[in-house]
């Protein structure tokens, strides 16, 4: 099984913590990076938190969560090296895998339910990168990034 960083916003505490718990059911190490109560707090700094423990190989993988999903995202892609992908369903979660290898796997917890959260994630899990015609396209995201080239 994998290691998997979480983290998220006060905004997502709720849905991350239920997230964290179904990680470890499923058999995978859950490095939580906080927020670790429902405080306010900045989505910016768990987001890059998270994307350094994936970057860094620290994790294999990561989940964020914040209100949206879409502030979380954007501070994880920061991080060179990170697709983090803000999915609304299972079918978009696992599409961000086979399509775009997204390592980090972003979620709204003001705009998803936490049903269709487990099953986002639990398809993104069991998801692989297709590889083929979307080689270069990840390649070039590297690039942009300076992660590789």
């Keep these: 099984m994998s290691t998997i960083a979480v983290g998220s916003d006060h905004a997502g505490y709720s849905l991350k913590q ?6 470890r059911t499923l058999g995978h190490e859950v490095l939580d990076l906080g927020a670790h109560d429902a405080d306010r707090v900045d989505y910016p700094d768990f987001g890059a938190a998270v994307g350094r423990a994936v970057a860094g190989a620290e994790a294999d993988l990561g989940v964020c969560v914040c209100g949206s999903g879409i502030g979380i995202a954007m501070a ?11 999915v609304h369903d299972a ?18 917890e003001r705009l ?25 396209r990840v ?11």
Excluded: I, M, Y
């Design 139 to 149: 390649a070039k995201l590297a690039e942009l990034d300076g992660s590789v080239g």
């Design 76 to 86: 994880a892609n920061k991080v060179p090296g990170v697709r983090a992908a803000p």
């Design 91 to 108: 079918t978009s979660a696992r599409l961000a895998r086979q399509h775009n290898d997204a390592n980090v796997l972003c979620l709204g």
């Design 18 to 23: 239920r997230l964290a718990t179904e990680l």
């Design 112 to 136: 998803l339910d936490p049903d269709v959260a487990s099953a986002a994630v639990r398809a993104w899990l069991d998801a692989e990168f297709e590889g083929g015609r979307h080689v270069g």
